[in-house]
């Protein structure tokens, strides 16, 4: 089953605007929740990250939304760049039962910005 | 400083063989992930390790296993390859293990099963 969801898998964006990118999660263990951007042949690298108590963190153009009620978080990107342009992943972790991790990720989001 | 390091960057083998991945951390990090990304996927998380346990599995086969070496290092092991197993293997270092920890992933091994 997908733990983390992101039902967009592409989104388009002129330049200057405001990105979008959603993510939706369903295990209440999750406490951790991260961004990464992924370039082609590079391994995904982090953006931005926040923790089940926060509901907000903001770093540069990038902020980050949690809701933790709807299970929810959201990425804004503003604004945006055609250097953006790249698959967008977020990730969930969280301590299990027996006191190991787990990470999950997304399935990405394609975010291209048109110049 | 030099980033997450992974060798070899590509790797072609039949059914039923043998594979062997390696990963160097970022200096100073003491813990190592594997991802498997398969296309049009995210990375699914394989194994997580810390001062040379494992602290995180996620849901594969014992096919796959792993070790973590006392410089800090990884490998990964996956036996009788399946087409399957084809996909991008990502190695992913952090300074710690635990939930809050930024990881710092490597290009990946791109492996492919025929």
């Known amino acids: 089953d997908q733990q983390v969801k992101q039902n967009s898998p592409s989104l388009s964006v002129q330049e200057g605007r405001i990105s979008i990118l959603n993510c939706d999660y369903t295990?209440?263990?999750?406490?951790?929740f991260l961004w990464y951007k992924k370039y082609p042949a590079e391994g995904p690298t982090f953006l931005i990250s926040i923790s089940s108590i926060k509901d907000k963190n903001e770093d540069g153009r990038f902020t980050v939304f949690l809701n933790k009620s709807a299970k929810h978080l959201s990425l804004h990107i503003v604004p945006s760049q055609p250097g953006d342009s790249a698959v967008y992943f977020c990730a969930a972790s969280g301590e299990t039962a027996s006191g190991t991790y787990k990470y999950i990720f997304g399935t990405g989001t394609r975010l291209k910005v048109l110049a | 400083d030099a980033g997450v390091t992974q060798s070899p960057t590509h790797l072609i083998k039949t059914r039923g063989q043998h594979v062997t991945l390696r990963c160097s951390p970022i200096?100073?990090?003491?813990?190592v992930s594997w991802y498997q990304q398969v296309l049009g996927q995210g990375p699914q998380f394989i194994f997580q390790y810390y001062e040379k346990e494992e602290r995180g599995r996620g849901n594969f086969p014992d096919r796959f296993s792993a070790r973590q070496f006392p410089n800090y290092s990884s490998e990964l092991n996956v036996n009788a390859l399946l087409l399957g197993d084809s996909a991008l293997y990502l190695c992913a270092s952090s300074e710690t293990s635990g939930l809050y920890n930024e990881q710092f992933f490597g290009p990946g091994t791109r492996l492919t099963v025929l």
């Open positions: 200096s100073g990090h003491k813990s």
């Open positions: 295990n209440s263990m999750f406490d951790y």
